[in-house]
């Protein structure tokens, strides 16, 4: 499908494929509480997605994953799409808020707009699936983005996600070092159960960690501990990037206290015998 067939007002907005423009979306103007924090969920990634292109990498393996759930779908549009990680040769679109990420598009990629996902600036059904990966819990109204998901896609939503709760008991790095982290995800995680309802209804599919993953997202280490000490790591996570250096710093401290001491080896030997682990990541799969 054409760009111009699946943007509203295209006309207006000059759409083509080679082209990344800021357009005006599909409903209704928001007041003015709503545009003040549609404007702050846009900021956070041209300050936090500098150095997304070296960190996050797309992983084959969840790659393979994600493009099996969207299954034979013809066309697919990519909401909160960040850098294009993931995107199979079929997108026909990605939509995300942040200048910054935009600029780190492959040149290739698929033709990108600026705007947010409560506010769509497409038709209703415009493409066979849509999918949004770890991006939901930047979302200034989740029902609304939720919504608009499910008012684009024909036949499917595919969301990535991750149940803060399993994350907090199985992911040594916030429940030994880093509680603040942990806490400020509380603040900001989306209950699996609450996702689901939301999308009507959807199938959760486990999605596991390799222990060499190279998407630098926040469980990605997982068996390379010392990465954390890395900030360009720090900042390509979100979670740490937004919690912030001072707060991290004991934990940290004692990250790196326990690296040279070898206390960490000793405390989690078992983890290195693991080629992949479930720390909640998970995948959910809504059919329309």
């Known amino acids: 499908m054409l760009l111009c067939q699946i943007l509203v007002n295209a006309c207006d907005m000059r759409a083509n494929w080679g082209r990344r423009e800021e357009v005006q979306p599909h409903t209704k103007r928001p007041d003015a509480g709503a545009r003040l924090r549609i404007l702050t969920g846009m900021a956070i990634y041209d300050t936090l997605g500098a150095s997304y292109g070296r960190t996050r990498q797309p992983d084959p393996r969840i790659a393979a994953q994600l493009h099996a759930a969207l299954a034979d779908a013809a066309d697919v549009v990519n909401v909160g799409a960040g850098t294009g990680s993931y995107e199979p040769p079929r997108t026909v679109l990605a939509v995300e808020p942040s200048h910054v990420m935009l600029a780190q598009r492959p040149p290739r990629s698929a033709p990108a707009v600026r705007a947010v996902a409560e506010r769509l600036p497409l038709c209703d059904n415009a493409a066979d699936a849509v999918m949004a990966l770890l991006t939901i819990h930047h979302w200034t109204d989740l029902a609304a983005g939720i919504a608009e998901l499910r008012r684009v896609a024909r036949r499917r939503v595919v969301v990535l996600t991750w149940d803060q709760r399993i994350f907090r008991e199985r992911f040594w790095l916030v429940r030994d070092y880093l509680p603040r982290a942990a ?96 720390v909640g990541y998970r995948l959910l799969v809504a059919d329309i």
């Open 183 to 278: 806490a400020f995800d509380d603040t900001r995680a989306v209950p699996i159960d609450r996702l689901a309802a939301l999308l009507g209804g959807a199938r959760q599919e486990t999605v596991p960690v390799p222990h060499d993953c190279t998407d630098g997202f926040g469980a990605a280490y997982w068996r390379r501990p010392r990465a954390y000490l890395d900030p360009q790591v720090r900042a390509g996570i979100s979670m740490l990037a937004q919690t912030g250096e001072d707060a991290l710093a004991p934990g940290l401290a004692a990250l790196a206290d326990d690296l040279a001491t070898g206390r960490w080896h000793e405390r989690h030997a078992e983890l290195l015998a693991l080629d992949a682990i479930d």
